[in-house]
């Protein structure tokens, strides 16, 4: 529509001075309409979510808060001697970054929450591997009987070129002797942002 105007515009200018000037008033207003300026930032944003695409990832970290006991449910600590690992995957299932805790002193109390704990990265990716979502695989390996219970994993993911962090939350996690391992997914939605996948969640 707006190139139309202007050609409008154009034939305008020939006809005489006083229609000249009032075709510039119209063409000043043009500028300024909201249709315009919707324009250029679907333009921009369209744009803005090719380029992130390409960007790399660059640090990923993460905190892990463990539930309060309770009368009912005193034993939601992992235990000193419990070791445990996670691994975060790509679309692909890709092995994308890694952390392991082997120690043998490493309490994780009842309503405590680490400080930033970082992953190793094993593959060099980009936003765009994750188009299709990705996962998170947690798992213990306790000495005897241990129950510990997440309630809450906050996974930082940071991408580079252009410089920006996508950020990951889930809650109520279980994990037992009997039920060591567990996966929690995320999608990546219509704005481009990485999402908590509740549906493929209940999948697993």
């Not at 050609?7 to 309409?33: D, E, F, H, L």
Request: hydrophobic share 35%; aromatic share 8%.
């Amino acid at each position: 529509m707006t190139c139309i105007f202007s050609q409008t515009v154009q034939k305008t200018i020939v006809k005489s001075p006083a229609a000249a000037r009032n075709s510039a008033v119209q063409q000043n207003m043009a500028t300024k309409t909201p249709l315009a300026t919707n324009n250029i930032i679907t333009s921009q944003s369209v744009r803005s979510r090719t380029d992130s695409a390409k960007a790399t990832l660059a640090d990923v970290s993460f905190l892990v808060s463990t539930l309060n006991s309770s009368a009912q449910d005193p034993g939601t600590n992992k235990a000193a001697d419990t070791h445990w690992s996670c691994t975060l995957f790509d679309q692909n299932n890709r092995e994308v970054a890694s952390f392991q805790d082997n120690s043998n002193t490493d309490e994780y109390g009842s309503g405590s929450t680490t400080p930033l704990l970082k992953m190793q990265t094993e593959s060099a990716v980009t936003f765009g591997d994750f188009q299709n979502g990705g996962r998170l695989h947690i798992s213990i390996v306790p000495s005897g009987d241990d129950t510990w219970e997440i309630s809450e994993f906050d996974l930082n993911l940071g991408f580079s070129f252009p410089n920006f962090t996508s950020k990951l939350k889930w809650s109520g996690i279980r994990l037992t002797q009997d039920n060591k391992d567990v996966d929690v997914f995320f999608s990546q939605q219509n704005n481009g942002a990485l999402k908590y996948d509740l549906k493929a969640n209940r999948r697993s």
